[in-house]
């Protein structure tokens, strides 16, 4: 994928929310922007949740994801696991599920995938009819690649996903940016708050080591937001630096 392509706004959202209806009652960026939603958003509305660990020969890895305390829903980053299957412990990792608490669960307006490698979106079966936003290109390889997820986590009844060629504001103060290298469709999430920007970014590392190599365009854009950054297999949050 040329990184044009995949930096080219688009109208995808929009037409996204033409051709399916459901996705209205979720996505009111007018009502929230009257609100004055950029400065109402804090540093303390972001919140992680541990959602798997994976045991390999005496080490753990933990899994998070993310929640967005939005004036218009409750947003998730990323869903985590809820079970397990054999096809994905063959190779000696022990994967532990740690479910979202339902309450949580029974708020959540809108789901954002970084990605869509098994461990980010185990839970998505639990938001039937929910919009979850992801890029065009993780969704496509995620339904035609080989061992790249488990695709009945992916496709079930009731899924609803919206598709984006490139960045999107999905509620005000809420953006999708495509930062692809772990994958190609893969993308972070810059929430604007009082304090300035602060990224979600999945798997763009599975380290702060590993992401400030800026080895891949998803990295070199992180390293560039220069934000307080989250990364799912990592329990501290940082302002990344490039290492020379
Ligand atoms: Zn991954």
Request: one cysteine or more; hydrophobic letters at 35%.
């Amino acid at each position: 994928m040329s990184p044009d392509a995949a930096w080219a706004e688009t109208d995808e959202l929009r037409v996204a929310e033409r051709s399916n209806p459901q996705i209205k009652s979720y996505v009111r960026p007018g009502k929230a922007a009257e609100k004055g939603v950029k400065a109402m958003l804090s540093r303390d509305d972001i919140g992680r949740h541990l959602t798997s660990e994976m045991f390999f020969s005496g080490d753990r890895l933990p899994g998070f994801c993310d929640t967005i305390e939005h004036p218009d829903g409750l947003v998730l980053v990323d869903t985590g696991m809820i079970d397990t299957t054999p096809a994905i412990e063959e190779d000696g990792e022990e994967w532990h599920p740690n479910p979202l608490p339902d309450e949580l669960v029974s708020r959540v307006a809108v789901v954002v995938n970084t990605h869509l490698h098994f461990d980010h979106c185990g839970g998505n079966r639990l938001f039937p009819g929910i919009p979850i936003h992801v890029q065009r290109r993780e969704l496509a390889d995620a339904r035609t690649k080989d061992d790249y997820t488990v695709r009945e986590w992916v496709d079930f009844p009731g899924a609803t996903y919206v598709e984006h060629d490139g960045e999107a504001e999905i509620l005000p103060g809420v953006k999708l940016l495509p930062a692809p290298g772990h994958t190609a469709g893969h993308q972070v999430v810059v929430v604007e708050t009082d304090e300035g920007p602060v990224v979600l970014g999945g798997d763009v590392g599975d380290s702060f080591e590993e992401l400030e190599r800026g080895d891949t365009p998803g990295r070199q854009l992180v390293l560039e937001l220069a934000a307080p950054t989250y990364l799912a297999h990592v329990a501290e949050v940082r302002v990344p630096h490039r290492r020379s």
